[in-house]
């Protein structure tokens, strides 16, 4: 199930809700967020919910040894097994194709490839329970003793399938004591109508100029190239955030408190800055759990930092192109690195500013072309090599057709709502009344996502299949 689709919104949701403000008290409130989310769940994979539910079990478990033998070898043992085995099965289910088919590449061989569907959000959900056990492991959090209170953690719906990943230590108190009030509601279903206008209405348009340009790189101009690069750029930001936007809304209207995942990261100055405003649930786990991991028996600065790049590239897929991008990145960080803070801002901001929107732009595509051989022919053609023009009649149609979406893209990759929230505040004098303007700003966001939703067949969000 996808959160835009007008089933989930008008159907889902609201039965949901409906059924966890009649629940009495919120152990019975746990009952229905678990009840939901297993359906939520199993609506597209039915098979794959006793998966996530024996990850469950296996890592409930082993938390309840490590909390036995605090400290002792019954506690290492339970971590390191469990460890492994999360990220076994994550090997499994999404490596073992790309493994195979590069050993039969390099060796010459014939050993047959596995062909295993992924399972949905299985990436975010074992980030999740390997963050659990070494918090445990670590004593930063104590294990959860109810089963079920675990498993509520590991399926809550609204984190799900595409992240963030949320951290057991930030929703640990939540889980058996919180409170719900108008407030929260009102801003968790503000942030899920804004999460689904970047969804629907931006994102979902922006693919429609990905998708005239970038599969066909070879018969496009210099133009093109870029244009593609750039829709492509703004429409994951707009997939990939708005379902974090839903996803923190809707947790609040359930009165969890999730962690921000996307803090406005076009306007970085820097590609390090950059990092630390996008996707920033995954890059402060590789953070905290990586990056000071000892190498050859001691802490490596810049051998952790490569680490920590490698494993970015590796997580987003089970392809050669996510591991150059992560590379990719992992330079021009370490790059920003050994100029260091100081000398960076003494570089001119408007050089800073072009310098980093063209690394972050090719980055994408790096990330976009999973055929290393269409990743060549987009170098070739967006710095003009391939011979194929600068710009065409058919780029000027393209362009003036798409130019109001594209300004209101641009626009709407800046901090406007916080802007607009400070005006509101001071143009009116009361809260309420604060309050009814974004409802109904709120409101028409959601009456024109559904319009548009209405003739929709399918629109995933990009990050499910990561």
Known sequence: MVFSSLFFIYIFLPICLLMYLLARNVSMKNWVLIIFSTLFYAWGEPVYIFLMIGTALINYFAGRIIGKYQGKAGDTIATYFTVIYDFAMLGIFKY??????????????????????????????????????????????????????????????????????????????????????????????NRV?????????????????????????????????????????????????????????????????????????????????????????????????????????????????????????????????????????????????????????KIPIVIRQIYNKIVIIVGFAIFYFEDLGKLGSFFKTAFGFGGNGLIGIQDKITFMNNVYLFAVAIVCCFPIIEGLKKLTDKVFFTKSIASAVTAVCSAILLLLTSVMLVDATTNPFLYFRF
Not at 98 to 104: D, L, S, Y
Not at 157 to 177: C, H, M, N, W
Request: hydrophobic share 45%; glycine share 8%.
């Open 193 to 345: 109508a804004l999460g689904l206008a970047k969804k629907v209405l931006l994102a979902n348009q922006l693919s429609i100029i990905v998708d005239k340009y970038l599969p066909n790189i070879e018969g496009i101009t210099v133009f093109g190239a870029w244009f593609g690069a750039i829709a492509y750029a703004m429409q994951i930001y707009f997939d990939f955030s708005g379902y974090s936007d839903i996803a923190i809304g809707l947790g609040r209207v359930f009165g969890f408190h999730f962690d921000e995942n996307f803090k406005h990261p076009f306007i970085c100055k820097d590609v390090t800055e950059f990092w630390q405003r996008w996707h920033i649930s995954l890059s402060t786990f590789f953070r905290d759990y990586l990056l000071y991991v000892p190498i050859f028996g001691k802490r490596r600065k810049y051998g952790g930092l490569f680490l920590v790049w490698l494993c970015t590239g590796i997580w987003h897929g089970a392809n050669w192109n996510f591991i150059l991008w992560g590379i990719y990145y992992g330079i021009f960080v370490f790059i920003e690195m050994l100029i260091g803070k100081k000398n960076m801002k």
């Open 96 to 189: 073992s194709g790309f493994i195979v088919e590069n050993i039969n590449a390099l060796l010459s061989s014939n050993i047959p490839v596995p062909d295993i569907k992924l399972p949905i959000g299985i990436s975010f959900y074992t980030f999740q329970t390997v963050s659990y056990i070494i918090d445990c492991h670590w004593e930063s959090v104590k294990p959860q003793k109810s089963f079920k209170n675990f498993l509520l953690y590991l399926t809550l719906f609204p984190q799900l399938i595409a992240g963030p990943i949320v951290r057991y230590s930030t929703i640990e108190k939540e889980i058996e004591d919180r409170t719900i009030s108008i407030t929260d509601v009102s801003y968790g279903l």
